[in-house]
């Protein structure tokens, strides 16, 4: 029987072999569907992400447990699954890792930097007695996610050093990345500040946030200097509201049965399931499971 698996081995080898592991996050079971079948079809390692709001949406942690564990199963899935608290507070880590999550983001960005290094040291210790990764947040990232507006800053690569030291496994850092789309007027990404946070913590696994319409080239630079995890989420609901639009647009619901939900839902999977593949490809993660 499949298991989930802490994102532990598989960043650590995505980090020493230059590529990264996509972070794509679900919000139900086509999504959960397309992601774990793209995944094996390519052999790539994967990790679900699940926000706290589409925690809610899908009935609470231990239901999206159960999907997946399911899924996993069902789908005889072998490559390495990860499930992954997105943006996690203190308490919806603290749930999460009760409800069987096999990795944890405790985002305490917003917090002054004593009490965030407080907070995750108390996940640390809770996550290393039970296997779960545990991903730490330095400096915001903007833009808008369930609510929680960054200014889309560049973490200090000193604050940086003092959370990766705690033992965490990975470390999401501001880098002039946002979540969302990308506004026209957008600087980039920050190299120098990803070289100096690089310099400073070493071999710890960086994370990108925001990984929708970052340009190829500057995910391949970012890989190149310790990205190992990309998450990825606005860029799958453009594909599937926009796979979901044509078809109703072209009538097809209003077609023979066209309006089966498992017809009208189809078009969107497939688009999911390309956007994973698009994705995989550009992080290098496929046939690294
Ligand atoms: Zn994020």
């Not at 589409?54 to 699954?81: D, S």
Request: aromatic letters at 6%.
């Amino acid at each position: 029987m499949a298991k989930l698996v802490s994102a532990k081995d598989m960043l650590n080898k995505a980090r020493e072999g230059k590529y990264a592991v996509g972070q794509f996050n679900i919000n139900n079971l086509e999504w959960t569907k397309a992601i774990l079948l793209t995944a094996q079809e390519l052999n790539s390692p994967v990790i679900l992400g699940v926000s706290e709001g589409a925690g809610k949406y899908m009935c609470g942690y231990t239901t999206i447990v159960g999907m997946v564990e399911g899924m996993l199963n069902e789908l005889n899935i072998t490559v390495p699954v990860a499930l992954h608290l997105d943006h996690g507070s203190f308490e919806g880590a603290k749930a999460c890792i009760n409800a069987g999550f096999s990795s944890i983001m405790f985002d305490g960005s917003h917090y002054p930097i004593d009490e965030n290094i407080a907070k995750t040291t108390e996940l640390v210790n809770a996550c290393n007695v039970l296997g779960i990764s545990l991903e730490a947040e330095v400096g915001s990232i903007g833009g808008e996610e369930d609510g929680v507006v960054g200014a889309g800053e560049c973490a200090d690569p000193d604050e940086c050093k003092s959370v990766a030291d705690l033992g965490v496994t990975m470390l999401a850092a501001g880098i002039g990345n946002i979540h969302g789309k990308y506004p026209e007027n957008w600087a980039g990404l920050s190299f120098d500040t990803l070289a100096a946070i690089k310099e400073k913590v070493g071999d710890m696994p960086l994370v990108l946030h925001g990984g929708t319409g970052i340009p190829a080239e500057m995910i391949k630079k970012a890989i190149s200097l310790g990205v190992a995890k990309i998450n990825v989420n606005t860029e799958c609901q453009l594909a599937f509201a926009a796979a979901t639009r044509e078809y109703v647009e072209a009538g097809k619901d209003q077609q023979g049965k066209g309006f089966d939900p498992r017809k009208l839902l189809a078009p969107g999977f497939e688009a999911i399931k390309a956007t994973v593949k698009e994705k995989m490809e550009l992080f290098g993660s496929v046939n690294k499971a």
